[in-house]
């Protein structure tokens, strides 16, 4: 029984290692095909997505004016939307859960063990990120050029987009966080396995 669980957790390690590994090098060809293209195409402009301190509603109609008037800048950010950002937040989310898995939420939350309940909702936050990164994705298709929204749909997007980033780095930054947190209980726990 030990040593299938010892499989699993070698199984584990290796699938995290592939999906660090994906995720670096898609965040490298999205930061040096995209999000630099786009900066140069656009004058030393940045687009939305980098922003990790968010973005208001006026941002978000001052980029699509700017992006009905400059078609390059627009071919660039819809390019990235399906590109690497078709498959970028799956395989993080797909790392931040195998990571979750591998340290095992554990501990102590203000003097008391952590309820089942609770480690269900922490498992809960990198699917949750890459449902919020995936909205943010195409709530960007649905309003870019070469989208065509109606007055409506902008008026939307442009108000849920500022909120949509913030929970997609909010949900991130957490769950970074938790997972420093399970691995260093669970380094400095007695009973905790130590990395090798």
């Known amino acids: 029984m030990e040593d299938r669980a010892q499989g699993n957790a070698r199984s584990l390690q290796g699938l995290a290692a592939i999906l660090a590994a994906l995720s ?10 995209f999000v630099r293209a786009f900066s140069d195409a656009a004058a030393g402009q940045s687009m939305l997505d980098v922003r990790i301190g968010g ?50 939420p554990g501990g102590f939350f203000f003097g008391r063990p952590i309820p089942p309940g609770a480690a269900t909702v922490i498992f809960c936050l990198p699917i949750f ?5 995936y909205a943010e994705n195409i709530a960007g298709l649905m309003l870019y050029p070469p989208a065509t929204p109606s007055d409506a749909t902008i008026s939307l997007l442009a108000g849920l987009l ?27 726990s007695p009973d905790g396995s130590r990395p090798s």
Request: aromatic share 14%; proline share 5%; with cysteine.
């Open 24 to 33: 670096l090098a898609l965040f490298a060809w999205i930061q040096a095909g």
């Open 55 to 104: 973005y208001e509603r006026d941002d978000v109609i001052a980029m699509l004016r700017y992006l009905k008037d400059h078609p390059d800048p627009a071919t660039i950010l819809h390019s990235m939307y399906l590109g690497p950002e078709l498959i970028f937040p799956l395989v993080l989310g797909g790392l931040l859960f195998c990571l979750m898995r591998l340290v095992g």
């Open 129 to 133: 990120y890459t449902i919020v990164d």
């Open 162 to 188: 500022p909120i949509i980033v913030r929970l997609k780095f909010l949900t991130l930054v957490v769950t970074v966080i938790l997972l420093a947190r399970f691995a260093i209980f669970r380094y400095l």
